[in-house]
């Protein structure tokens, strides 16, 4: 059983265009991390989220944290062809200790 | 560039074979990771080590043996694969694994079961 699910699973856009990535989870978890993942190389960390409701910008890319704890969200202003890459959301449910990866989602932004 | 070096960064092998990925920390990092991931999907998780013992076991078969020799080190040792085996491997490590927060990861070792 998949615990968090991305949407969308693959997305191709234009340079400039606006684009949001859903993480969604039936658990709560105490923190959610995003990671961008390029082909042949491991996740590098974006953000980490901690509190319900919290927003963080990192340059275009905003991340939200839900109210509830169980499901993220990562925005992307004006794409760039160097935000091409695979997505991924990753954290501990609760009452667990396994430290899982989201399904994931496929950027390619086209020049 | 990563803080969780892995060599080898690619490797070939046959059915038959013996080989080892390695990985290498040096941040103080007590939990260490092994993730396999195939092509186009999320990174899975295989193992966990907390302070050099052996934590989760995803229950990968025992073609897969991992090691950690001392809090810095990590090994997968690798002994009879078969092609489906064949995929990016991932060290990453965390100041700890019970709520581990954020994970480094290596560049991955590619490897290619013939």
């Known amino acids: 059983t998949q615990l968090l699910e991305q949407s969308p699973q693959f997305l191709s856009i234009q340079e400039g265009e606006n684009l949001t990535v859903y993480c969604n989870s039936s658990s709560v978890f105490s923190s959610l991390q995003w990671y961008r993942q390029e082909p042949g190389e491991g996740p590098v960390l974006l953000v980490t989220?901690?509190?319900?409701?919290e927003v963080k910008k990192l340059k275009r890319l905003t991340f939200q944290f839900g109210d509830a704890r169980k499901d993220s969200s990562l925005h992307i202003t004006a794409a760039q062809p160097g935000d091409t890459g695979l997505y991924l959301c990753a954290g501990v449910p609760s009452g667990t200790y396994k430290y899982i990866f989201g399904t994931g989602t496929r950027l390619k932004v086209l020049a | 560039d990563t803080e969780v070096t892995q060599t080898p960064k690619h490797l070939v092998m046959g059915m038959t074979n013996k080989k080892s990925l390695k990985c290498e920390q040096h941040m103080g990092h007590r939990a260490m990771y092994w993730y396999k991931q195939k092509a186009k999907k999320p990174p899975e998780l295989m193992f966990v080590?907390?302070?050099?013992?052996?934590?989760i076991n995803e229950s990968v078969p025992s073609r897969f043996s991992p090691e950690c020799p001392n809090s810095s080190l990590l090994n997968l040792h690798l002994h009879a694969l078969q092609p489906e085996d064949s995929a990016l491997y991932l060290c990453a490590s965390s100041q700890g694994s019970r709520a581990p927060g954020e994970l480094f990861f290596g560049e991955g070792s590619r490897l290619t079961v013939l």
């Open positions: 989220v901690v509190t319900g409701g």
């Open positions: 080590y907390s302070y050099e013992k052996l934590s």
